[in-house]
């Protein structure tokens, strides 16, 4: 079962621990720890109130601060609610929200990701089996949004289907599969437990995300939005006279327009990586920024230096993108950018959605994506390549059989998704977000898929002109620093460097 909860500042366990040994009467304790929550929900709006009345009133902030502790909640969510409303939103973000999420599915996991405002600590896929977790069941519903009258018939069926994946799953553990490749078998459907924060601004975007577009038509994405909803009427109410007045817009306009003139035809999985196109001139723009930073030259007047420096000094390029990249802020590495397009399974996809310095375009849900296009671990390859393509395919006759022969909605049918299918994505990053992740995604103990996907990248790049000097701060820190922070789980490749 689905639940969300808001963590407070408070633990209100500990305080009543503490509570009960002065206060004696009961009702008293209860009426002073829901005192103390009415506090802390005040608060919430105080902070926005505040930061809203800061640039139209007179006064330091603390006097604003006071203006605002003078007033009442609904006060204060009714002015915040009228500046937001005007669209400074951006007051929202000083008041910030950590939830707790109990038995959400994958599918909810991948939308919060995309926000990339939020924050996440999600349970390692990768060192845990999760073959005994549980796993979320919809209602049918046909494409009218009608429950079915067979609906019952129908989940016992796809609950079945679906235990037969976790079954094959712990087989895989049980016979020496490691969970990082046991999970590719396992479906979109299986339970995951989350903390997210959020500041109240996304959580507002998020809510709408979830209640008022076609993502609402996915049965758990909108009991996750309702659920957040309501957190969101007792501790941010400021942001729910928005969220009421936003239309119900339950298609997407783009993809209607687009399917009147481009017809929805099969689709092929990128083989590796592709450069799209990039900001070119990569290595000089960099130093020049360096330099126009700290000289505040025009751009002439930066590129004449440095090219004088570099008839002089040959080794000046090289070691100043060293020091820019490993010594300083970094901040010239953003100057740069590069567009890439290429294929992940749905198993790995998060490990680069979570980093939130880029842009990502990831494919919705629905349409569902080509479930006969999907990876196989080596590791599973090996052993037991017939066992996981028989699921594979058992999976898509399942499939066609609820959406053809029952009729069932393609919202309903996303958990049928296997973790091992694979999607095009498309990402926009600048060189010094690229640097941090290939950084990490290029170390010998990443995870197989998302290692072989960086080290593309990084080839790529390394075979661009303009790229020289760039290239070679990127990989892992122990070939471009000299150091290793993965303390006693280092792979050892540091100390064959250095000898």
Not at 12 to 25: M, S
Not at 190 to 214: D, E, P, Q, R, S
Request: one cysteine or more; hydrophobic letters at 35%.
């Amino acid at each position: 079962m689905m639940k969300v909860e808001l963590l407070g500042a408070l633990d209100y366990k500990k305080v009543e621990k503490v509570l009960k040994e002065v206060v004696t009467d009961k009702e008293d304790l209860d009426r002073l720890i829901e005192e103390l929550k009415e506090i802390e929900r005040i608060a919430h709006s105080e902070k926005v109130a505040t930061a809203g009345r800061l640039s139209r009133f007179a006064g330091d902030v603390f006097e604003v601060l006071g203006i605002s502790e003078d007033k009442t909640l609904e006060q204060n969510a009714k002015y915040a609610a009228m500046v937001t409303g005007m669209g400074h939103d951006s007051i929202a973000d000083h008041d910030y929200g950590v939830f707790l999420l109990k038995d959400v599915s994958i599918i909810v996991e991948q939308t919060i990701i995309a926000e990339r405002y939020s924050s996440y600590t999600i349970k390692s896929r990768r060192l845990v089996d999760h073959s005994k977790e549980g796993f979320y069941t919809p209602d049918f519903h046909d494409k009218s949004g009608k429950i079915l009258s067979y609906n019952k018939d129908l989940k016992r069926d796809y609950n079945s289907h679906m235990r037969t994946f976790f079954d094959l799953s712990g087989e895989f553990v049980k016979k020496g599969i490691k969970p990082e490749d046991s999970r590719f078998i396992m479906p979109y459907c299986f339970y995951c437990n989350i903390m997210m924060g959020m500041n109240a601004h996304t959580v507002k975007n998020l809510i709408i995300k979830l209640l008022k577009t076609k993502l609402s038509k996915i049965q758990e994405l909108r009991e996750f939005g309702e659920q957040l909803l309501e957190i969101a009427k007792v501790n941010f109410p400021y942001i729910i006279e928005e969220i009421e007045n936003t239309p119900y817009q339950d298609s997407d306009l783009v993809e209607d327009y687009l399917n009147e003139y481009i017809p929805r035809e099969g689709y092929k999985i990128l083989d590796k990586p592709e450069l799209l196109n990039y900001s070119g001139n990569v290595d000089e723009t960099i130093i020049i920024s360096a330099i126009m930073r700290r000289y505040q030259l025009n751009k002439e007047q930066a590129i004449e230096v440095y090219s004088d420096v570099c008839q002089l000094h040959p080794e000046f390029p090289n070691e100043m993108m060293k020091l820019i990249a490993f010594k300083g802020d970094s901040l010239e590495l953003t100057q740069v950018n590069f567009r890439f397009q290429f294929a992940l399974s749905y198993a790995v996809l998060t490990h680069l959605t979570r980093h939130r310095a880029h842009d990502i375009i990831i494919p919705d849900f629905c349409p569902i994506p080509d479930l006969t296009q999907y990876k196989t671990p080596p590791s599973i390859a090996k052993r037991f390549k017939t066992e996981y393509d028989q699921a594979y395919a058992k999976n898509l006759e399942m499939f066609n059989k609820f959406k053809n022969e029952y009729h069932v909605r393609e919202e309903d049918l996303v958990h049928f998704i296997l973790s091992g299918n694979m999607t095009n994505v498309v990402t926009n990053i600048n060189g010094k977000s690229l640097q941090h992740i290939l950084g990490l995604r290029t170390c010998n103990k990443t995870q197989w898929e998302t290692r072989e996907w960086a080290l593309n990248v990084r080839r790529i790049i390394s075979e661009l002109d303009d790229c020289k000097y760039y290239s070679q701060i990127l990989g892992p820190t122990c070939e471009t620093q000299g150091i290793c922070n993965e303390g006693k789980e280092c792979c050892g490749k540091i100390y064959t460097l250095k000898k």
